[in-house]
């Protein structure tokens, strides 16, 4: 699905930004293997994986790009510097399980416009502890956190995420151990609640910290990554600042509106006023479909706040290699859809 914005009540100005979210699934680099050894790419297989990539860049051309499931990072950075990204920044690195085997990828940024400063984004002791976790809680993928300069719009801090997967949270246990029925669905329930309550912490916890920086600055603030669930779920909540009971408007210095962070979808469906428009989903599971990727933009991207400077003008999710798949293009590219938007200033 491809919409472009030609009802906005907003006129354009010749500015606009593309933001890009893609889960690479498994970029790795031969001989490294994800998780075992077995999972090597031929040099055919990887040839195909950074061909797709490539022909995505070269027919979209965002500007600022979030990725996850890295492992070979500067392999990805040398990738995309001729294509124009002069920018790329990670703060992590993949776990190694043995001399080629790695586990835990992670999340990194590229764009076509200084990156000022990178971090990692580290979860509060103090918030874990509110929240009944023990003070050592860390997220799953470690966040990024980035501060750039964009044209037009100044200073923009960036967040690149990839939240706990809906996996069941289980013990490591060896073959020779039998399980019974009963202790296979106990344990299938109490590792989905574990991955519900560690995902939700983490939405929880980079809340806290973009509220934070937010109450500091005046940078708008853009969230993108793979959450691995529904934006309006119970676990992702914290993403929701409006309904909360304790607070009121005259406690702050800025509008509870400053706080708050908007789901670029509905964004882009308010401004052209097609309210019926059906959301296209990011990944499929056993053939049904679900929207796990999001890009969430502060208020100063939400043209229905007269302060706003700029608005979703495009919205795009690249997804014909889910739904209709070449054999020779698109075996070995990502199980997720691509999100891409366009952003316009306002005039």
């Given at each position: ?23 690479l ?13 077995s999972?090597?790419?031929?040099e ?9 990539l490539?022909?995505?860049i ?10 996850q ?34 586990k ?11 990156i ?9 002791p ?13 997220y ?10 964009l ?9 690149v ?23 296979s ?13 560690q ?6 916890h ?5 509220i ?9 603030a ?12 119970e ?18 210095d ?9 789901d670029?979808?509905?964004?882009y ?41 700029a608005?979703?003008g ?13 054999f ?12 891409c ?7």
């Amino acid at each position: 699905m491809f919409a472009t914005n030609s009802k906005s009540s907003y006129a354009h100005s010749a500015f606009g930004l593309k933001l890009a979210t893609i889960n690479l699934f498994n970029f790795i680099e031969p001989p490294g293997a994800f998780y075992e050894f077995s999972n090597i790419y031929s040099e055919d297989q990887w040839r195909q994986k950074r061909a797709w990539l490539n022909r995505y860049i070269g027919s979209y051309e965002p500007d600022i790009i979030a990725f996850q499931e890295v492992f070979s990072a500067n392999t990805l950075r040398s990738l995309l510097e001729p294509l124009g990204y002069r920018f790329f920044s990670v703060v992590d690195e993949p776990e190694p399980l043995d001399e080629y085997i790695y586990k835990s990828p992670v999340v990194c940024l590229a764009s076509r416009y200084p990156i000022l400063s990178a971090l990692p984004l580290r979860a509060d002791p103090e918030l874990s502890v509110k929240l009944g976790l023990t003070e050592d809680f860390e997220y799953s993928r470690l966040p990024l956190f980035a501060t750039l300069e964009l044209p037009s719009i100044g200073q923009t801090d960036v967040y690149v995420v990839h939240l706990k997967s809906k996996r069941p949270i289980t013990e490591e246990k060896s073959e020779q151990d039998k399980k019974t029925l009963h202790d296979s669905m106990r344990e299938e329930i109490a590792g989905s609640w574990a991955s519900s309550i560690q995902r939700g912490s983490e939405a929880c916890h980079l809340m806290a910290s973009i509220i934070e920086r937010r109450s500091h600055t005046n940078n708008p603030a853009i969230l993108m990554g793979d959450f691995n669930d529904d934006i309006n779920s119970e676990v992702l909540r914290a993403f929701h600042v409006t309904g909360l009971r304790s607070i009121t408007e005259d406690m702050a210095d800025m509008p509870l509106s400053h706080y708050q962070l908007h789901d670029s979808w509905d964004l882009y469906v308010k401004n052209i006023g097609e309210s019926g428009l059906e959301r296209p989903s990011t990944h499929y599971f056993h053939a049904k479909g679900s929207v796990l990727d999001y890009i969430l933009l502060s208020n100063e991207f939400n043209s229905t706040d007269p302060a706003s400077i700029a608005e979703v003008g495009d919205f795009h999710c690249e997804d014909k290699h889910l739904v209709d798949p070449k054999f020779d293009q698109d075996t070995y590219s990502s199980d997720h859809a691509i999100i891409c938007v366009t952003i316009s200033l306002r005039r």
